[in-house]
């Protein structure tokens, strides 16, 4: 079946640093989402990609969707500590079904 | 609008049992997809129901099922617990209709096994 990874797992950065995760899925997706996971939280919608190629930015945040439409990364200018979390991407890759990412979980130090 | 309820938010149950978990989705939504999420798994998808319908089934043995009533709500159904079991059960919905929209989630139910 339908598998996506990413990577890091894990990232330690120090406040100010950029951070960015990458998405990789086994099948070309027809969209991607993201979302974050504060601790003890439950995941939150960031945004969704359709395009192949797309670029959205959302303040300090910016996700891009690969040519190929199989891979995804989202990258963070300037972490702060309200940037701590874990970060999802999700794939559909047909039948309506989302398939997430094992996620990457981002500590910010002062 | 109010978020997705779920409820009981932490449950203890011992190997055997079945356990039901309950889900309002958020008003107007009436796709309910199921999660589960584990420290070694990640989140796996259960499955989704839409109009009362399962329309999606992820990779979970048949002691997992789940239902959704005309108002939207759903419940999940898991039977004979077994220790493996224990994890936080998300439930999230959706507007979508044809298409694929962002889930909104429910803050969980931790279900412990013992």
């Known amino acids: 079946g339908q598998q996506v990874m990413q990577i890091p797992q894990y990232q330690h950065v120090q406040e100010g640093e950029d951070f960015t995760t990458y998405c990789n899925s086994s099948?070309?997706?027809?969209?991607i989402q993201w979302y974050k996971q504060r601790p003890g939280g439950h995941p939150v919608f960031l945004i969704q990609l359709v395009k192949s190629g797309e670029v959205k930015k959302q303040k300090r945040l910016t996700f891009q969707f690969g040519e190929a439409k199989k891979n995804s990364s989202l990258h963070i200018t300037a972490t702060q500590t309200t940037d701590v979390g874990t970060y999802f991407c999700?794939?559909?890759?047909?039948?309506?079904?989302?398939?997430f990412g094992t996620g990457t979980q981002l500590k910010v130090e002062l | 609008k109010a978020g997705v309820t779920q409820t009981p938010r932490y449950l203890i149950k011992t190997r055997g049992q079945q356990v039901t978990l309950s889900c309002s989705p958020i008003s107007g939504h009436r796709s309910v997809s199921w999660y589960q999420q584990t420290p070694g798994q990640g989140l796996q998808f259960l499955f989704e129901?839409?109009?009362?319908?399962?329309?999606n089934k992820g990779n979970f043995p048949g002691r997992f099922s789940g239902r959704q009533f005309s108002n939207s709500r759903s419940e999940m159904n898991v039977s004979t617990l077994e220790l493996g079991d224990s994890a936080l059960y998300l439930c999230?919905?959706?507007?979508?209709?044809?298409?694929?929209?962002?889930?909104?989630f429910g803050p969980g139910t931790r279900l412990t096994v013992t």
């Open positions: 099948t070309t997706l027809s969209n």
């Open positions: 999700a794939g559909e890759g047909g039948g309506n079904k989302l398939t």
């Open positions: 129901y839409f109009s009362e319908t399962q329309r």
């Open positions: 999230a919905s959706s507007s979508v209709g044809t298409g694929l929209y962002e889930q909104y």
